[in-house]
């Protein structure tokens, strides 16, 4: 089992940035790739970006390429979310996940961690 703290969420203006993090602990942090995903009010949770155990391979989804990227810091135990020129339609309670078998799904998850991107 890992243990998954968000933090680096807030109100921003539209075009401004943010960068969201995520310290794990519990397992060893390089072993396994982490994911991070949004929630919107009144739907449902939805994929925004992962990255591989090395960082060495990253996926988005649409909605965010170009504007977010992840990373990861295996001596820090963190995985960050650089958001750029940000839109209301991010707002949304941004959560980490752990990925602990490598089978794409998510085994583990943090509180999440409020964005809200005022127009």
């Known amino acids: 089992q890992v243990q998954l703290v968000e933090s680096g969420g807030g109100l921003v203006q539209a075009g401004g940035s943010l960068r969201l993090s995520c310290a794990a602990s519990?397992?060893?942090?390089?072993?396994?790739?982490m994911g991070w995903f949004r929630q919107a009010p009144g739907k449902e949770r939805k994929f925004v970006a992962r990255?591989?155990?090395?960082?060495?391979?990253?996926d988005y989804a649409d909605s965010v390429k170009g504007r977010f990227t992840i990373s990861r810091d295996n001596a820090k135990n963190t995985v960050y979310l650089q958001m750029n020129n940000l839109k209301p339609e991010d707002t949304a309670v941004y959560y980490c996940?752990?990925?602990?078998?490598?089978?794409?799904?998510?085994?583990?998850w943090g509180q999440g961690t409020q964005v809200t991107v005022s127009s």
């Open positions: 996940a752990a990925d602990l078998s490598g089978s794409l799904g998510y085994d583990d």
């Open positions: 519990g397992r060893t942090f390089s072993n396994y790739a």
């Open positions: 990255i591989n155990w090395s960082g060495g391979s990253t």
